[in-house]
């Protein structure tokens, strides 16, 4: 028995050593074809460069999971991992030589790159017996993962967030989506108890950050969980809080920090973010909602669009153009909160005790319903000069504070998608254990087998990467990272939730079946938060041609 085992240890040890070599080799042919690139105006290599965003992508979280199946636990587990980790490398290895071979002369790649010593161990890894076995141990776990390696801490956080959302936002979920309900207060008031609201805002002014560093793993975690139950109706509500409290901490004068921090944290006011306008979404700098000065404040004027939950908030953080002779574009924008009273219709008025009005009307969507995006008109709205962030020190300095903002978003956007894609493979596997085709359960079907296991693989892929980005972040770094993260994430959540959905054959197709709301769901991540072509070319694909990724 001894024996045996030294024999499985052996073998999985060099197992790792050329899995170890490979991805040294996919890493040198991505680096050679980066580096073909490098210097070269973007608009004329987006093809490339998009492309190459992806495996970057996959190669970065390729590392974080070798190391992760190398942390020490039990033998079972560990092999678990192993599985796991090796078929994230496996297919990041086949994805990098399908998308270079499309056109290896536009990466300045010959033959001979492409020399075929991998096909071995890809035929291994990815052998219908490896795949079914992968399949049977996320089968035979009953839809239980490998080990997430979360502290006690997290693990408690974890099954607080959990029992939460099973037992308040589960049952309400489905009805919500349906019937395009706004979020009830029963969610709302639960959400605030926990102190959601203010997981990224510090302790001193009254949030479960810790004053000293952030903790961004605390966030990913809560964020997955209540995903997990409804993105719409709790996953995301985190979002607006998050994108304020860094925006006011990095640009909010010392009042503001004051007045604002505390009530976000408590969620009294629920908030929202409005940056997108008709007009412009991906290029930010352009936006034109016209700020103009006059005595005690400022006059908006102008639309904007796609701003959830504008109508429950009582706070908007807007994004305004106050500069209009300035250039560079960017800076001639401010940030305002626009305060106004909660509603939970789907169409608003308000006036301006100042003057002016602002309306909002919800703007019906495919998924992600719990919230609404509302489309705004601002007519003469007037907004003291005590709600422009930094008041005059801010003018002309919005985008940068709405970039801060935006930088935990990434991060929290692959945690929605790690929620939504867990939530359509638990329903997945349910489904495929109980429904009978052709004398057997679709579970145990191989093909069936190999979808569970590449399901279950791209979960745990996300999560971990996941956490590991948390890490950089909460050590100032891991922006670029957080971009990438996202880029895989979502295409991720859309494949999982994807293949969920055909799992049910027809059922799926039911709108009575939860997984349907899954996969509409899952189709808005890749579109906010950077959209994925944006972040792509302009965020990794600026990196990847100045060699700075
Ligand atoms: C459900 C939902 C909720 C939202 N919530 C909010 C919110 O709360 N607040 C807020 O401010 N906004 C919100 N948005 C807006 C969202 O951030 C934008 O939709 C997003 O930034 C894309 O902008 P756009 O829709 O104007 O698309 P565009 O910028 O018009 O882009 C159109 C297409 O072109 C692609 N593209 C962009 N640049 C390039 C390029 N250089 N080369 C090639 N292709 C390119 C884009 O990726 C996209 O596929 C939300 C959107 C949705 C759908």
Known sequence: MAGELCVLCYRIARLMKAIRQQLESAWYLFEKSRSHLAGKNLDEVQIEVYDLAFSLAELKAANVMLEYAGIDCGAQEKSFKESVAFLHVAETIANLHTRLRLRPSAYGLVASDFEPDHLELLDQIQSSESLQSLGQRFRSEGGGFPPDHLDEEKGLMRRTFRKFADEEVAPLAEQIHREDQTIPDSIIKGVRELGCFGLSVPQRYGGLNPDERDDSLGMVVVTEELSRASLGAAGSLITRPEIMSRAILE???????????????????????????????????????????????????????????????????????????????????????????????????????????????????????????????????????????????????????????????????????????????????????????????????????????????????????????????????????????????????????????????????????????????????????????????????????????
């Not at 924008?333 to 909002?360: C, R, T, Y």
């Not at 990272?481 to 293949?499: D, G, I």
């Not at 959209?531 to 060699?547: F, H, I, S, Y």
């Open 251 to 549: 640009g909010g004068s010392d009042s503001q920090k004051i007045k604002w921090l505390p009530k976000i944290a408590k969620g009294e006011p629920l908030v929202a973010i409005s940056v997108t306008e008709p007009g412009t979404g991906s290029d930010v700098a352009s936006v034109s909602l016209k700020a103009t000065k006059v005595k005690g404040g400022w006059l908006l004027n102008g639309g904007k669009t796609w701003c959830t939950f504008a109508g429950k908030a009582g706070a908007i953080l807007v994004l305004a153009r106050t500069e209009p002779e300035v250039r560079p574009l960017h800076r001639g924008l401010s940030l305002f909160v626009v305060e106004k009273p909660s509603n939970d219709g789907h169409e608003f008025l308000f006036k301006s005790p100042g003057g002016g009005v602002v309306s909002g009307k919800a703007i019906s969507t495919l998924g992600y319903r719990g919230m609404h995006s509302f489309e705004m008109f601002y007519e003469d709205f007037f907004v003291p000069d005590a709600n422009l962030i930094g008041e005059e020190n801010g003018r002309g300095n919005g985008f940068y504070y709405t970039m801060r903002g935006f930088s935990g978003g990434r991060l929290q956007t692959s945690a929605r998608a790690a929620g939504v894609m867990q939530a359509a493979f638990e329903a997945a596997l349910r489904y495929a254990e109980d429904r009978h085709v052709f004398g057997r359960s679709v579970a145990s079907y191989p093909l069936t087998l190999q979808k569970i296991a590449k399901m279950g693989t791209s979960i745990t892929v996300v999560r971990q990467a996941g956490y590991h980005v948390a890490g950089l972040m909460d050590e100032g770094d891991g922006q670029l990272e957080a971009s990438l993260l996202k880029l895989y994430a979502c295409r991720m959540a859309e494949w999982v939730t994807r293949e969920a959905l055909q799992i049910h054959g027809g059922m799926g197709y039911a709108e009575e079946s939860p997984v349907s709301r899954y996969f509409v769901d899952a189709r808005v991540l890749s579109i906010f938060e950077g959209a994925e072509e944006t972040l792509a070319l302009r965020v990794v694909g600026k990196a990847l041609l100045d060699g700075t990724y």
